[in-house]
């Protein structure tokens, strides 16, 4: 099929200016005072929000929650994720059908009802409105997340490496450090990358389960956004994206060089 | 030469534990493996005897091939050796220590895939290193003896390469370099030549040979090809329909006499010409379309005759009482030629013959047989 010139550049700057025109609405939003429409630009630009965002306590108390959680979420989901991927690619057909539905469920299921249904279930253990609680509550999507993109790199995975290096003398241990963990680099990153991506832009599980004890920034900026605070929400917004785009960019330096290994 | 591995009464069961019930209970079966030693093995459900009874000895430096069809049980033995495959009974023996009940790291055997499996994320130094520097030798000792097996196996000049830059025959010396690197006392090849084209199979035979003068490490190399077991083995042995192995024979000796038909066809050199043993005047003979040859010790029933395409001849019509054959068919294949001849009563055989012989479809012959082994099929 013949393609129309420029038609590829034309449907890259669409996607982009798609992508990307949100982010700027951010950006001058955050940096913008009394814009209204139908003016096309603001009448004044200062940093208020930023400085705001950056020196109210009660931010500085939400941003260092999420991090909290997001980081370890990112890491025990991780950690619990891929031995039970692993466990679920030896097992039989049905046990693999079996773990990947219940992973998929907690991933597929409303986060209102999973929510309702973990905050039952938090509160039960004395953990409401509490960090601990909320933790559990962002662990229960991640994990679902993080078995699944396991289950399927171990599915692919060439279990010779591991033989070769057994009958070559490696105990568990060593064949765990030297060939399994260098080739699960990428995976591993991955996991770490969406592990905390999930728990630092979850709301709804934070509200139902924390019960608005527990402050975390995307409730912040839900409240601003509730409060009319329209700069201070475009700034606690754009401040959101941030850690995102270093964890995905972090992510894909640490997997620079490593493939899972196919059979 | 001291026995390095010793397999006594080896069973290894295939398939999986798939549960057929009857009437509430997993059925399974006691099967008698050795009647002369009263032994039985117990066979779960869903599994099926794959190797049974195995024993052989290997000695350090020697090599031992194993010939057998597909799915015979090959790779399963040497899996099996390696303790990368349970054992449903028998004993493994390296050096005179049971290792039967040692994890793989522990045995001193070293299993190589068909496919060489080389770690992707080391470079081929750090390949071959492998086995020494998780021992904890110093990498400089390390690097010595990867050069030295590097040297021998010809991979010099690609130590410094990645896994993917290689050929298909340098993987395979890479990793029969990693192999000896850790110096095994045993040393399993998995169908390592099966894959490979003409030239690369000729170099990577020779490095099995460099490595089997060399290291000491007792061998078995497992193949489906005569001409393999024969280029790298000393002995040949052969796994059997009922998942038996023959005793080890010198390649010569097994080519020469081989020990059953089943052998016999597993080698693949033979013409089997089918025909029946008869007592005439107290003299038993092997006849078959094309003639008679002598047949003592044998009693009277069908039988089979394997002749190799040297022991053969054809000939012209001279012999007024030897039976003339009609040549219906010619195929010329790389090594021999392959003729279909016809009795005047109707019955045919195909005989494999020497590439030189000039016989053309509408020929008559006659065929001179100078040597067969004979075995009964009754």
Same mark, same amino acid.
């Not at chain 1, 139908?38 to 004044?44: E, H, R, T, V």
């Not at chain 1, 060439?158 to 568990?172: W, Y």
């Not at chain 2, 000792?141 to 690609?158: G, H, K, P, Q, T």
């Given at each position: 099929m013949r393609r129309l010139p420029g038609a590829r550049a034309l449907a890259v700057i669409l996607l982009t200016t798609f992508a990307l025109s949100p982010l700027?609405?951010?950006?001058?939003? +955050?940096?913008?005072?009394?814009?209204?429409?139908?003016?096309?630009?603001?009448?004044?630009?200062?940093?208020?929000?930023?400085?705001?965002?950056?020196?109210?306590?009660?931010?500085?108390?939400?941003?260092?929650? +999420? &991090?909290?959680?997001?980081?370890?979420?990112?890491?025990?989901?991780?950690?619990?994720?891929?031995?039970?991927?692993?466990?679920?690619?030896?097992?039989?057909?049905?046990?693999?059908?079996?773990i990947a539905l219940l992973a998929f469920a907690a991933v597929a299921l409303p986060p209102v009802a999973l929510g309702i249904g973990l905050q039952l279930t938090v509160l039960a253990l004395g953990l409401g409105g509490s960090l601990a609680g909320v933790l559990l509550a962002h662990l229960v999507p991640a994990l679902?997340? &993080?078995?699944?993109?396991?289950?399927?790199?171990?599915?692919?995975?060439?279990?010779?490496?591991?033989?070769?290096?057994?009958?070559?003398?490696?105990? +568990?241990?060593?064949?765990w450090a030297r060939v399994a963990l260098p080739l699960l680099r990428?995976?591993?990153?991955?996991? &770490?990358?969406?592990?905390?991506?999930?728990?630092? +832009?979850?709301?709804?599980?934070?509200?139902?389960?924390?019960?608005?004890?527990?402050?975390?920034?995307?409730?912040?900026?839900?409240?601003? &956004?509730?409060?009319?605070?329209?700069?201070?929400?475009?700034?606690?917004?754009?401040?959101?994206?941030?850690?995102?785009?270093?964890?995905?960019g972090a992510a894909r330096v640490a997997a620079r060089n490593t493939s899972v290994v196919v059979a | 030469m001291t026995v390095a591995l010793s397999v006594r009464g080896l069973h290894v069961l295939f398939g999986g534990p798939r549960t057929s019930r009857?009437?509430?209970?997993?059925?399974?079966?006691?099967?008698?493996?050795?009647?002369?030693?009263?032994?039985?093995?117990?066979?779960?459900?869903?599994?099926?005897?794959?190797?049974?009874?195995?024993?052989f000895d290997v000695s350090g430096g020697e090599c031992l091939a194993v010939l057998g069809e597909s799915g015979a049980g090959k790779s399963s033995?040497?899996?099996?050796?390696a303790g990368l495959h349970p054992a449903a009974g028998g004993s493994v023996h390296v050096h005179a220590r049971d290792v039967s009940a040692l994890l793989p790291e522990q045995r001193s055997i070293v299993y190589l895939h068909q496919e060489p499996v080389l770690f992707p994320h080391l470079s081929v130094m750090e390949n071959v290193t492998f086995p020494l520097t998780i021992r904890g030798i110093a990498k400089a000792?390390?690097?010595?003896?990867?050069? =030295?097996?590097?040297? !021998?196996? !010809?991979?010099?000049?690609?130590?410094?390469?990645?896994?993917?830059?290689?050929?298909?025959?340098? !993987?395979?010396?890479?990793?029969?370099?990693?192999?000896?690197?850790?110096?095994?006392?045993?040393?399993?090849?998995d169908e390592p030549l099966s894959s490979l084209d003409p030239a690369v199979r000729r170099d990577v035979r020779s490095a099995l040979l460099a490595a089997r003068a060399a290291s000491g490490a007792a061998m078995i190399l497992v193949t489906h090809d005569l001409d393999d077991a024969m280029g790298v083995a000393s002995h040949i042995a052969a796994i059997g329909r009922s998942g038996d192995l023959s005793v080890p024979l010198a390649s010569s000796v097994i080519v020469n006499s081989p020990p059953s038909l089943d052998v016999a066809r597993l080698l693949g050199v033979f013409t089997e010409i089918p025909g029946a043993v008869v007592n005439r005047n107290g003299v038993p003979r092997f006849e078959w379309?094309?003639?008679?040859?002598?047949?003592?010790?044998?009693?009277?029933?069908?039988?089979?005759?394997?002749?190799?395409?040297?022991?053969?001849?054809?000939?012209?019509?001279?012999?007024? =009482?030897?039976?003339?054959?009609?040549?219906?068919?010619? !195929?010329?294949?790389?090594? =021999?030629?392959?003729?279909?001849?016809?009795?005047?009563?109707?019955?045919?055989?195909?005989?494999?013959?020497?590439?030189?012989?000039?016989v053309m479809p509408g020929d008559r012959v006659q065929c001179t047989v100078t040597n067969a082994r004979l075995f009964s099929t009754v």
């Open positions: 700027l609405m951010l950006l001058l939003t +955050s940096v913008s005072r009394a814009w209204f429409y139908p003016a096309l630009f603001s009448p004044s630009y200062d940093m208020t929000a930023w400085t705001a965002l950056l020196l109210d306590a009660s931010h500085r108390t939400a941003l260092r929650n +999420s &991090l909290l959680l997001g980081v370890l979420t990112a890491v025990a989901s991780t950690a619990l994720a891929l031995p039970l991927g692993r466990a679920a690619a030896l097992s039989t057909p049905l046990v693999q059908r079996t679902g997340y &993080l078995t699944l993109i396991f289950l399927g790199v171990f599915l692919r995975w060439d279990t010779r490496l591991d033989e070769a290096a057994a009958t070559l003398g490696a105990a +568990s241990g060593i064949r990428r995976p591993i990153s991955d996991a &770490l990358a969406l592990g905390f991506l999930v728990s630092w +832009s979850q709301v709804a599980l934070t509200l139902l389960v924390g019960g608005g004890a527990v402050a975390t920034l995307p409730l912040d900026v839900l409240a601003m &956004l509730q409060a009319g605070q329209d700069q201070r929400a475009a700034a606690g917004a754009l401040a959101l994206t941030i850690p995102a785009l270093i964890v995905l | 009857t009437n509430g209970t997993v059925s399974e079966s006691r099967l008698l493996v050795n009647p002369a030693r009263s032994q039985s093995l117990i066979v779960p459900a869903g599994y099926a005897v794959g190797l049974c009874d195995v024993s033995l040497l899996r099996t050796v000792v390390a690097m010595r003896r990867a050069v =030295e097996w590097s040297d !021998r196996l !010809r991979i010099l000049n690609v130590l410094g390469a990645n896994p993917s830059e290689l050929s298909g025959g340098e !993987r395979h010396r890479v990793a029969l370099a990693r192999a000896l690197c850790a110096d095994p006392a045993v040393l399993l090849l379309i094309g003639g008679a040859i002598p047949a003592a010790g044998f009693g009277e029933g069908s039988a089979i005759a394997c002749v190799r395409a040297h022991e053969l001849a054809l000939g012209p019509t001279c012999d007024g =009482e030897q039976p003339v054959l009609l040549v219906t068919a010619r !195929r010329e294949a790389p090594h =021999e030629l392959s003729i279909e001849v016809q009795s005047e009563a109707g019955s045919s055989a195909t005989l494999r013959l020497g590439l030189g012989t000039s």
